[in-house]
T-cell receptor
């Protein structure tokens, strides 16, 4: 079965620091998708990025960047110059091919606290 | 443009009862996905509907079912409720079949179900 590991349960940083959230996955699929989601204290989930297994290019979106390395089965997420509004739980997820199409396996999440 | 709406927002049921949750996607979106979030199991994918057809399915028992109507609104039904079904149920909409394209998902606020 597919597995997603987010080893960092909680991280605290001071505003303006850079922070990297780790995501390591296990899969037997040759084609798969990786995702990051954000869940702020309000509870509403926010989709951040989707990456397919054929696209190993790093992605940058404003202060956010993602580093996908197939060789180490990692899909890490970096926030540059963190802000208090970045405080949230961040989930990494992986698609899994099943007899019913695709399933999506989530990691346990990393709680990020950005202190002013 | 109105966002994803979910009704009801809160619900209390007793064991053995059944429950129906509703999700109205963003206008024009044809894909609706459902997720369950609990403190113990974390985030789990339930299923995705696109154009009234279930396209993807997670590892949930048959007590969990769903459907999508021609206007893309979706309902999720849980029969014979168990205490462990207490959770936040989230739905998300996107314009394309989620695994067929790189479209953004938009999430609703969730329905919090408590089973007593």
């Amino acid at each position: 079965a597919q597995k997603v590991t987010q080893a960092q349960t909680e991280i605290s940083v001071v505003e303006k620091e850079d922070v990297t959230l780790d995501c390591v996955y296990e899969t037997r699929d040759t084609t798969y998708y990786l995702f990051w989601y954000k869940q702020p204290p309000s509870g509403e989930l926010v989709f951040l990025i989707r990456r397919n297994s054929f696209d190993e290019q790093n992605e940058i979106s404003g202060r956010y960047s993602w580093n996908f390395q197939k060789s180490t089965s990692s899909f890490n997420f970096t926030i540059t110059a963190s802000q208090v509004v970045d405080s949230a739980v961040y989930f990494c997820a992986l698609s899994e091919t099943t007899n019913y199409g695709q399933n999506f396996v989530f990691g346990p999440g990393t709680r990020l606290s950005v202190l002013p | 443009k109105a966002g994803v709406t979910q009704t009801p927002r809160y619900l209390i049921k007793t064991r053995g009862q059944q429950v129906t949750l509703s999700c109205s996607p963003i206008s024009g979106h044809r894909s609706v996905s459902w997720y369950q979030q609990t403190p113990g199991q974390g985030l789990q994918f339930l299923f995705e509907y696109f154009s009234e057809t279930q396209r993807n399915k997670g590892n949930f028992p048959g007590r969990f079912s769903g459907r999508q109507f021609s206007n893309s609104r979706s309902e999720m039904n849980v029969s014979t409720l168990e205490l462990g079904d207490s959770a936040l149920y989230l739905c998300a909409s996107s314009s394309k079949w989620w695994t067929a394209g790189g479209e953004t998902q938009y999430f609703g606020p969730g329905t919090r179900l408590l089973v007593l």
